[in-house]
């Protein structure tokens, strides 16, 4: 069973556009949650995280927002960049559960910007 | 950011040796750190946890006796593919655990790339 879900394999966006790429869940243990970027060959770069206590968390272009009651969570880059062009792994953590900080990995989303 | 390196960054080897890999946390010291293993196309997958000091937990079908990891310091942690085989060929990735501030973040290595012949 998927406890992350990243339901869109791939999505395409112009450039200068905002990106929105969405993350459900399933687990009401996870508390702290996690936007990592990847790029083919290469290990994956942490972008942005949350905690369950907040509901929006913002660092220069890169915002997450979670909302709790649904389950979900999504990351907002404004404006897209052809560099943004990447792999954007969701992940998910039970931490303040008392786990050991394991991450638990959606699928993955395939981000494309068009010049 | 903090940094995490690993060692090296591709390795071909023959069918029945064995393979280590590094992986060191530069400027931070990490209690605790994961090695993954990422197939094409696929997810990461979580191999193992490996706590300073301590014995690794191995996730369920990961064989222990045949990815030996070993964490000695606390910004060094190594995973030994033993009697690697063609199928051990895989994209493997470590992270290492940065407490800072109460926030938990994993940052990651760039991976090595096993080819196994």
């Known amino acids: 069973d998927q406890q992350v879900k990243q339901n869109s394999p791939s999505l395409s966006v112009q450039e200068g556009r905002i990106s929105i790429l969405n993350c459900d869940y399933t687990?009401?243990?996870?508390?702290?949650f996690l936007w990592y970027k990847k790029y083919p060959a290469e290990g994956p770069t942490f972008l942005i995280s949350i905690s369950s206590i907040k509901d929006k968390n913002e660092d220069g272009r890169f915002t997450v927002f979670l909302n709790k009651s649904a389950k979900h969570l999504s990351l907002h880059i404004v404006p897209s960049q052809p560099g943004d062009s990447a792999v954007y792994f969701c992940a998910a953590s039970a931490h303040y559960g008392g786990s050991q900080g394991n991450l638990i990995f959606g699928k993955g989303t395939k981000l494309s910007v068009k010049p | 950011g903090a940094v995490v390196s690993q060692h090296p960054s591709w390795v071909i080897c023959k069918s029945g040796t064995s393979v280590k890999i590094e992986c060191r946390s530069l400027?931070?010291?990490?209690?605790?750190m994961f090695w993954y293993r990422q197939f094409p196309k696929q997810s990461l997958m979580l191999m193992a946890t490996s706590n300073e000091g301590s014995k690794a937990t191995y996730e369920q079908g990961v064989e222990k006796d045949k990815f030996l990891i070993n964490h000695a310091s606390l910004t060094l942690s190594t995973l030994t593919v033993t009697s690697a085989h063609p199928e051990d060929s895989s994209f493997y990735i470590c992270?290492?655990?940065?407490?800072?501030?109460?926030?938990?973040?994993?940052?990651f290595g760039p991976g090595t790339r096993l080819t196994v012949l």
């Open positions: 992270s290492a655990r940065d407490m800072v501030a109460g926030l938990d973040t994993q940052y």
């Open positions: 687990n009401s243990m996870f508390d702290y």
């Open positions: 400027d931070f010291q990490a209690t605790t």
